[in-house]
């Protein structure tokens, strides 16, 4: 059984805009031999499902990371069972430097799109939090940014700076 599938006990996480919100911890892992600890999180959400002519609300699991200062047992829970390692040490991540070539051109933007429900995720290349999903260049990143459920990473903020769109009104 995968990691993210398993049972895990209940923790509060303090979300980015300050909120809390209930999850499970799957693993604490600290970032080197002498770095700062993360936890490994599941989230359940709400998704849309197709169902015959509609649509239907179904539980999604959302897995992430957050800092093991961000995450509070909850009183009377054994966590005795969530696993404990070493992950790679942190690193400072640098631009990756733009190849040849026209700007418009390059594929350089991620999307992700969420599994069963319309919409998705918009990431820079150099993310840290995106794996997989459709490469884009600069023109088809700015217009997938419109559509509806699109959202961009609150992590690497694509539409700061150079996604930001031109103002001549050209995409």
């Not at 093991?68 to 070493?86: F, H, L, N």
């Not at 290349?125 to 997938?144: F, K, P, Q, V, Y």
Request: hydrophobic letters at 35%; one cysteine or more; aromatic letters at 4%.
């Amino acid at each position: 059984m995968r990691e993210e599938d398993a049972p895990a006990p209940p923790v509060r996480v303090e979300l980015p805009d300050g909120s809390t919100a209930a999850a499970q911890i799957l693993a604490h892992i600290r970032l080197g031999p002498q770095g700062p600890w993360w936890c490994r999180l599941r989230l359940d959400v709400w998704s849309r499902a197709p169902v015959g002519d509609g649509t239907t609300a179904e539980p999604h699991s959302v897995v992430f990371e957050a800092p093991a200062a961000k995450v509070s047992p909850i009183e009377g829970v054994d966590y005795s069972g969530v696993p404990r390692r070493t992950g790679p040490a942190a690193q400072r991540r640098k631009a990756a430097p733009a190849p040849g070539g026209v700007v418009e051109d390059l594929k350089w933007w991620r999307f992700i799109s969420r599994p069963g429900a319309p919409g998705g995720s918009l990431h820079r290349g150099d993310c840290r939090t995106s794996t997989g999903g459709a490469l884009l260049s600069l023109r088809e990143a700015r217009l997938i940014l419109d559509e509806p459920g699109v959202a961009p990473c609150p992590q690497c903020r694509p539409q700061d700076r150079v996604l930001q769109k031109p103002t001549d009104g050209t995409t």
